[in-house]
């Protein structure tokens, strides 16, 4: 004890950590703030800290954190010196390792975070400290915004001719480019920008670009909500004088049928902080210049038109004569809602090289990418200065070889569809990528080019949101590996800054391709930050009635077609699943209100607890299903989890009454459409999977609707008869309903409609449909990933202790299956499912996490036989057996890893 002299005596307790003890067995890694690592700007003023835990040394089975501490500082010193001046939490009794609230003193904007954690094992030992991890502050307070928004319109180009027809452009203006010489006058401390460019930006300091994100900022309802990002660039300036460059794209900000449509337009805010304390700030005003840069034209649906000659070396730095250069009209806020973008930034994150090169026709060439992407290629090329290669991308081709853009064009008449131009400036190789569109594509024609091209003439540039890998499934069946590959390939592709149809046609965020994509991301990618930033524009967007539309961010047209819901109900089902898998209430607290509104909407359009509006099983391969059957299954579906998400929170009388509905309206889908012989309303795959995967068939009806079910495929020579939404359902329903055989079957048919089918017509993505592939990048239809995840692998969450607290382990074998390998990062590490069947015996390695526990299903007829580790299973560390299930062994287990065998004989 201590005594302290401050406002009088006061004891103090000193409260003693033990040191750390060798050999502890867990430790905390890969830290996260808001889901995101080290992320600079957040505007959240009680931030959600995160970490994975990873066994250090031996791995013990049982291991778990029984507690941490977390220190946050303002310096890197006072860290290094174990001194949390902005929270030290102290020792906290909790296994918890996700969602932990911030809970030090009141963080001001600018502010810098620096913290580590350290965690105590299942016997007291404490862990090292883990590295430390950053976030910093953006600006909380909007009376702290110095800047204005500025917009410059260049004077637009001539008519241009190509071919000796004018190019139907609706209008060319060239993208403007922004500049601003200012003076560091003394040493830096830190430097900070704070930028928004409608509708794309590239920020550039003294000569060189800023950061690596592309596309950016994320698409929002721009008349509503705009996001900044924030840089560090202290680095990058120096004592004297500096310059800031600014590019800005057209993007989304200029489309047709918007109402926010506009001139690209700039925000920047750059705060110096000295060394000796003092501040200053640069900020986007009538004293900043403007000028029409090299590019002559971009749109996001359209392409790029870049003219190298035009280029002015030295723009973008320090002593650049701009005299001539105009100033830029200073113009009222797109919004008023000006948020931080807490959301992984879009990258380039691979290049791909061709695998072919043709020339169908003279001075045609055509590079094969191999592979459906999103992006955009890099083109190498040497020439006279003002020869024009035009590049042309499509993902499918005309029969004589060209590409074929005609499928995927049908909505852009204003300008060349996903067609870049590039002009030479002449001299040597010439290097160049566009800045600010993107295109969905596997070949690209490329014409104008000087001399003959080689296969290093071109890559493929890949581009999505910079989410990391979060699973991985394999299994000894090529055909569904490579459904998997084409499902990851699609997601990615669809998820440039916020989830998407297409990449090409429409690029927009539709609402019910979200919701059946969402599951099998929550498996494959780390993307909490990416949903939570699109449910935000949910949010904006739900009118005060609790309507909802279709497509977020959202045209006006939304309201009044698309929606319904089956669409809709992405704003309940996407956090459900984030809560989940990852376990975190937040989102729920958040949305909470603006849930219960949609569901009362949706109650007050229902005619006898139906609901008969907004799209059905969109795309079927072949049979119809009444949209009221779909409809009124997400009401119900809705009604439930808005009662869950209410016991969550306590609103006990809220949960009681979303009960009450729910019941009500299963009691009224079931008068409706399920007759006594099993029969759901015609019949249709889609109604009666939809009867069991929806929890509208009692027990004692089940066996019946099953059976039709099977009749169905069986009549349709065992493939599916669905569209988008009968995907979701028919799988799962026939996997937990005793016909997982049937599901198998289906899922491996490599005849028209089936998965199989698109992959040998050489698709490398998903289809828009069942047929020719209206769009061949399409992700509706990847939730089978899911399936793979939860029914061959077997992981599973359960919902009694989400965020994979405890784990449901239950592999599937099936078919011509004899090896499943599959992994998922949990909220607590890293999950493992690996099996394979040898000799008569079923194989299994699991890992589960520290902290997590699991219930695992051993498939055998022959509990007695199950072995772990070489010994009986019962006889083996931490293996308890629960009881005995159809066709498995039950068993619970607590952390660790275990190598499981049994009999196996395939039914």
């Given at each position: 004890m201590r005594w302290s002299g401050l406002g009088g005596l006061v004891l103090i307790l000193e409260f003693f950590?033990?040191?750390?003890?060798?050999?502890?067995?867990?430790?905390?890694?890969?830290?996260?703030?808001?889901?995101?690592?080290?992320?600079?700007?957040?505007?959240?003023?009680?931030?959600?800290?995160?970490?994975?835990?990873?066994?250090?040394?031996?791995?013990?089975?049982?291991?778990?954190?029984?507690?941490?501490?977390?220190?946050?500082?303002?310096?890197?010193?006072?860290?290094?010196?174990?001194?949390?001046?902005?929270?030290?939490?102290?020792?906290?009794?909790?296994?918890?390792?996700?969602?932990?609230?911030?809970?030090?003193?009141?963080?001001?904007?600018?502010?810098?975070?620096?913290?580590?954690?350290?965690?105590?094992?299942?016997?007291?030992?404490?862990?090292?400290?883990?590295?430390?991890?950053?976030?910093?502050?953006?600006?909380?307070?909007?009376?702290?915004?110095?800047?204005?928004?500025?917009?410059?319109?260049?004077?637009?180009?001539?008519?241009?001719?190509?071919?000796?027809?004018?190019?139907?452009?609706?209008?060319?203006?060239p993208s403007p480019v922004f500049r601003k010489e200012f003076d560091v006058r003394k040493p830096l401390k830190r430097a900070t920008v704070f930028i928004c460019g409608l509708g794309f930006y590239e920020l550039r300091i003294n000569g060189k670009k800023v950061g690596d994100r592309v596309l950016d900022p994320i698409f929002t309802r721009y008349d509503q909500r705009v996001l900044y990002a924030t840089y560090e660039v202290g680095n990058r300036l120096v004592e004297g004088r500096n310059a800031l460059g600014v590019l800005l794209g057209r993007g989304f900000y200029d489309v047709p049928r918007s109402t926010w449509r506009s001139d690209p337009t700039l925000f920047c805010q750059l705060r110096l902080e000295y060394a000796d304390g003092a501040t200053e700030t640069v900020a986007t005003d009538a004293t900043w210049r403007a000028a029409a840069g090299p590019i002559r034209h971009d749109g996001v649906f359209l392409g790029e038109d870049y003219d190298a000659r035009r280029e002015m070396p030295g723009w973008d730095a320090a002593h650049f004569g701009d005299s001539a250069w105009a100033e830029p009209e200073v113009v009222p806020p797109p919004a008023k809602k000006f948020s931080a973008e807490m959301a992984p930034p879009i990258r380039v994150m691979q290049t791909l090289k061709p695998v072919g090169l043709t020339e169908p026709k003279p001075g045609v060439f055509v590079f094969d990418l191999g592979q459906n992407m999103v992006g955009w290629a890099q083109l190498k090329v040497t020439g006279p200065a003002g020869t024009r290669v035009v590049m042309r991308f499509g993902e499918r081709l005309h029969p004589d070889g060209t590409v074929d853009q005609e499928k995927i064009a049908m909505y852009v008449k204003y300008g060349p569809f996903q067609t870049d131009f590039y002009t030479l400036k002449g001299g040597d190789e010439e290097v160049w990528e566009p800045r600010f569109t993107y295109h969905g594509f596997r070949w690209v024609e490329v014409t104008g080019f000087p001399g003959r091209p080689t296969l290093d003439s071109l890559c493929g540039r890949v581009v999505h949101t910079a989410f990391t890998p979060a699973g991985a499934f394999e299994c000894s069946n090529a055909l569904l590996n490579k459904i998997q590959q084409s499902a990851l390939w699609s997601y990615r592709g669809n998820f440039v800054g916020l989830p998407t149809d297409c990449p090409h046609r429409e690029k927009s965020g539709w609402t019910g391709d979200a919701h059946l994509a969402a599951e099998q991301a929550m498996f494959n990618f780390e993307n909490v930050a990416g949903y939570e930033t699109w449910l935000t524009g949910l949010r904006d967007e739900q009118r005060p009635g609790g309507e909802l539309p279709c497509i977020i961010p959202a045209y006006d047209w939304c309201y009044g077609w698309g929606n319904g819901p089956a669409w809709d109900s992405a704003y309940i089902l996407v956090p459900w699943y984030l809560y989940l898998y990852r376990g975190d209430v937040r989102v729920l607290e958040t949305h909470y209100d603006n849930l219960k509104r949609y569901v009362d909407y949706l109650q007050r359009r229902s005619k006898n607890d139906l609901v008969d509006f907004g799209l059905g099983d969109w795309v079927p391969a072949k049979t119809e299903t009444p949209v009221a059957i779909t409809s009124t299954g997400y009401f119900y579906c809705d009604a439930r989890l808005v009662s869950r998400f209410a016991t969550?929170?306590?609103?006990?009388?809220?949960?009681?009454?979303?009960?009450?509905?729910?019941?009500?309206?299963?009691?009224?889908?079931?008068?409706?459409?399920?007759?006594?012989?099993?029969?759901?309303?015609?019949?249709?795959?889609?109604?009666?999977?939809?009867?069991?995967?929806?929890?509208?068939?009692?027990?004692?009806?089940?066996?019946?609707?099953?059976?039709?079910?099977?009749?169905?495929?069986?009549?349709?020579?065992?493939?599916?008869?669905?569209?988008?939404?009968?995907?979701?359902?028919?799988?799962?329903?026939?996997?937990?309903?005793?016909?997982?055989?049937?599901?198998?079957?289906?899922?491996?048919?490599?005849?028209?409609?089936?998965?199989?089918?698109?992959?040998?017509?050489?698709?490398?993505?998903?289809?828009?449909?069942?047929?020719?592939?209206?769009?061949?990048?399409?992700?509706?239809?990847?939730?089978?990933?899911?399936?793979?995840?939860?029914?061959?692998?077997?992981?599973?969450?359960?919902?009694?202790?989400?965020?994979?607290?405890?784990?449901?382990?239950?592999?599937?074998?099936?078919?011509?299956?004899?090896?499943v390998k599959a992994w998922h990062r949990s909220p607590y590490g890293k999950i493992e499912s690996d099996w394979r069947i040898e000799n008569g015996r079923f194989h299994w390695h699991v890992t589960v996490p520290p902290s997590a526990s699991a219930t695992v299903f051993i498939p055998t007829s022959d509990g007695s036989a199950v072995l772990e580790g070489g010994r009986p299973a019962v006889q083996s560390e931490g293996v308890r057996f629960l009881r005995p299930a159809p066709g498995a062994a039950v068993y619970e287990i607590p952390s660790g890893t275990y190598d499981f065998s049994a009999p196996y004989a395939p039914k």
């Open positions: 950590i033990p040191s750390v003890a060798a050999g502890s067995g867990v430790a905390a890694e890969d830290l996260r703030c808001e889901y995101l690592t080290n992320p600079e700007g957040i505007d959240v003023a009680l931030p959600r800290l995160s970490w994975s835990l990873r066994p250090t040394g031996a791995v013990r089975r049982g291991e778990r954190q029984t507690a941490y501490q977390i220190l946050v500082a303002g310096e890197p010193s006072s860290l290094n010196d174990d001194r949390g001046d902005l929270w030290d939490s102290g020792k906290v009794a909790s296994d918890r390792c996700y969602g932990i609230v911030y809970g030090g003193k009141t963080l001001l904007s600018y502010q810098r975070c620096f913290w580590k954690v350290r965690v105590w094992d299942r016997d007291g030992r404490v862990s090292p400290w883990s590295e430390p991890a950053r976030w910093s502050m953006g600006v909380l307070d909007p009376g702290q915004w110095r800047g204005k928004w500025l917009r410059y319109v260049p004077p637009a180009d001539p008519e241009e001719k190509a071919d000796g027809q004018i190019i139907p452009w609706e209008k060319k203006t969550i929170l306590g609103r006990d009388a809220d949960a009681k009454h979303y009960a009450a509905l729910a019941e009500k309206i299963r009691r009224a889908w079931r008068e409706k459409y399920i007759h006594n012989d099993g029969t759901v309303n015609g019949g249709s795959q889609t109604a009666q999977s939809c009867a069991l995967f929806q929890g509208f068939a009692a027990p004692d009806e089940r066996d019946a609707i099953v059976n039709k079910l099977a009749k169905n495929v069986e009549e349709h020579a065992f493939h599916l008869d669905t569209g988008i939404l009968g995907a979701k359902y028919l799988f799962r329903a026939l996997s937990d309903n005793g016909r997982h055989d049937l599901a198998y079957r289906i899922a491996v048919q490599t005849t028209p409609p089936s998965y199989g089918s698109w992959i040998e017509r050489g698709a490398t993505t998903l289809w828009e449909d069942w047929g020719d592939g209206l769009s061949r990048n399409h992700v509706a239809f990847s939730d089978i990933s899911a399936w793979f995840y939860q029914y061959l692998a077997g992981i599973n969450a359960d919902p009694e202790q989400p965020g994979f607290k405890h784990i449901i382990l239950r592999p599937r074998p099936v078919g011509d299956l004899t090896f």
